[in-house]
């Protein structure tokens, strides 16, 4: 479903949005449920301790972020942040791989 709706978004952005019943003037509030979720997934991750599970979750992050970059930065807005934020969870994940990388060679 998830798939489907990305697909639906890239093709027809108001499709999307009636596909997915999302309200442009509620998206800040289901932001908040978005970063309280990464939040969670973030913390959950490094607890479970997987080198793996980090990498992958990490690289996830380092799209969303870098994507999200290049949107507003095309676009002539501000992208700093969400660039740094995307940069910092590749090298989140980059440390996460070379971590497992190092545990396998032990």
Do not use: Q
């Not at 969870?89 to 032990?106: D, P, Q, R, Y």
């Amino acid at each position: 479903m998830t798939g489907f709706l990305a697909i639906s978004f890239w093709r027809n952005p108001e499709a999307g949005m009636a596909a997915a019943t999302h309200r442009p003037e509620k998206l800040p509030l289901v932001m908040i449920d978005r970063y309280i979720a990464f939040t969670f997934l973030a913390v959950a991750a490094a607890l479970y301790g997987d080198p793996l599970v980090i990498t992958v979750l990490f690289v996830a992050f380092a799209f969303m972020g870098l994507a999200d970059g290049v949107i507003y930065a095309r676009a002539g807005h501000p992208h700093i942040k969400h660039t740094a934020a995307g940069l910092a969870s590749l090298c989140v994940a980059g440390v996460a791989l070379l971590t497992e990388s190092l545990n396998g060679a032990a």
